[in-house]
Each structure stands twice: as C-alpha cells, then as structure tokens.
Nanobody, 125 residues
Framework: QFVESGGGLVHPGGSLRLSCAAS????????IAWFRQAPGQEREGVGC??????SSHYAHSAKGRFTIFRDTNTAYLRVNSLTAEDTAVYYC??????????????????????WGKGIQVTVSL
C-alpha cells in the first residue's frame, strides 16, 4: 500500500512534488517508479529509481523537468515548469529489486508488486 499526497491544481509554470509513502512493506527493498495517465491516453512511464537510489532512468519525454528521489520509506516525484500537457493522474509503483542495480530501463507495468491509487494533477490557470 502507498499513502499518496501532493496533487491538486497547479498553475502553468509552477512546480509540484508528489509523495508516496509505503505502508506495510519495506520500501528500501524495492525499486520505485512513476507513471502517469493523461485524459484519453494510455498510461506512460515517467521514470524509475533503484532501491538504493544510486541509479535512475527517465523516459525521454521526462528528462530535464522530472526528478525522482526517495528516502527509506517514501518515493517522490518533482516536476518543474508544468504545462497543461502535464495534467494527468500520476501513479507510483514499486518492484522487488536487488541491491546495486544499474538501471538502463524501467520494468514494464507487469513487473510491479505495489501500485499507488493515483494522484490527480491538474495544470490550469
């Protein structure tokens, strides 16, 4: 289970930080990832981070404005310079991972053990 926070209405050009706190499982044994699903579109991966935080991988479209970080129990996604195209439901997810993994890609959707319920982010004036 994840306890999610940080969504809502944001003005264009603004920033936000989304959080997913793990509940009932040790997040530090898992890699983390973020996805998003815009209205009328398929869910897409934003990026992922290894269980120790030492390696990360981002979708090409996410490079530069999206940052994934984590602490022992919580996964975070920071997004800068928001535009209306960032309006979406954002999901965190976790997959069981070996230590020291170097990420060259993120697991496919089927590889995740835990999913957040989704955080609505709306970018509008």
């Amino acid at each position: 289970q994840f306890v999610e926070s940080g969504g809502g209405l944001v003005h264009p050009g603004g920033s936000l930080r989304l959080s997913c706190a793990a509940s009932g499982f040790p997040l530090d044994y898992y890699g983390i990832a973020w996805f998003r699903q815009a209205p009328g579109q398929e869910r897409e991966g934003v990026g992922c981070m290894s269980r120790d935080g030492g390696s990360s991988h981002y979708a090409h479209s996410a490079k530069g404005r999206f940052t994934i970080f984590r602490d022992t129990n919580t996964a975070y996604l920071r997004v800068n310079s928001l535009t209306a195209e960032d309006t979406a439901v954002y999901y965190c997810a976790a997959w069981p991972s070996d230590p020291g993994m170097v990420l060259r890609s993120c697991p496919t959707s089927a590889g995740y053990t835990y999913w957040g319920k989704g955080i609505q982010v709306t970018v509008s004036l």
